[in-house]
């Protein structure tokens, strides 16, 4: 049953979030409902296409999908197309998707961000009892990594949208706003779409055995629930995919008003 909901959450990603990626590359590159649709269609089967062919091509990795399953994949896209063009094309579902996505990933990393707190108070909980009071609780340091996964994977999302990672560069700082989106926009779909699909791509087995034994911490006294700090994996690189979408959708709108 774990391994079925697992292909079905792999499917959909690949299905339904995978393609939605690439409409605001397909709102930048041309106009029109029918046009933007269409180039949006090209894109992502270009794309699998190509995947498909290195696959092929590369006997190690062995991946060989089936023809029917790649029939129902483009099947898939192309009814998620024709959705995209009854909504209005590309730029109609960008502005309806990208303040969802956004408030979605905003509100994730403000909930999650309270954890500092909390882990903060369980480290001075932890000093006091083993220090004055000469007890320890197995089950209070593995919160600890708990909570420390929990912030910095569910808000790179949001560090990402408010522009608050670590940022090493010598041009971007004071370059004008049109070559800032520019760069942006490249960065989202060069580095940082294909990082999240590796990480999804990769995690997915790592995960998925995980939550077929109900891992859990190798003492007696520890968080019995591995799987779950695990799963934070996949759901890091959704959120730093919804936050690229919005990031990438605003730097679309400054490039064409730049135009």
């Known amino acids: 049953m774990l391994t079925l909901a697992g292909d079905i959450l792999n499917w959909a990603a690949a299905g339904i979030v995978f ?15 029918a046009r933007s649709t269409a180039i949006w269609f090209v894109g992502v089967a270009a794309i699998v296409a190509a995947g498909v062919t290195f696959a092929a091509l590369a006997p190690a990795l062995r991946i060989t999908p089936p023809v029917p399953t790649l029939l129902i994949y483009f099947s898939v896209v192309a009814v998620l197309g024709g ?10 579902v960008i502005a309806l998707l990208s303040p969802l996505l956004d408030g979605f990933v905003r509100r994730t990393g403000r909930t999650v961000m309270w954890l500092i707190l909390v882990m903060a108070g369980v480290q001075f909980g932890i000093v006091v009892l083993r220090y004055v009071f000469g007890v320890n609780f197995i089950f209070m340091q593995e919160s ?74 190798a ?26 979408f919005t990031n990438a959708a605003r730097a679309g709108e400054t490039l064409k008003a730049g135009a």
């Open 83 to 92: 959705a995209i063009w009854i909504a209005g094309g590309p730029a109609s």
């Open 219 to 244: 003492e007696t006294s520890g968080i019995q629930g591995v799987y779950i700090l695990k799963s934070l994996v996949p759901a890091f690189a959704i959120l730093l995919a919804m936050a690229g």
């Open 19 to 33: 393609p939605l990626m690439f409409l605001p590359a397909a709102a930048l590159v041309t106009h029109g409902r």
């Open 144 to 217: 600890i990594t708990y909570m420390h996964g929990a912030v910095f994977l569910l808000a790179g999302g949001y560090a990402l949208l408010t522009n608050d990672h670590v940022r090493v560069d010598i041009f971007y700082r004071d370059a004008p706003p049109k070559h800032k989106a520019l760069v942006d926009f490249l960065g989202t779909y060069f580095l940082l779409f294909p990082v999240c699909l590796l990480l999804l791509w990769t995690a997915s087995p790592y995960v998925g055995v995980s939550w077929s034994v109900t891992e859990g911490s």
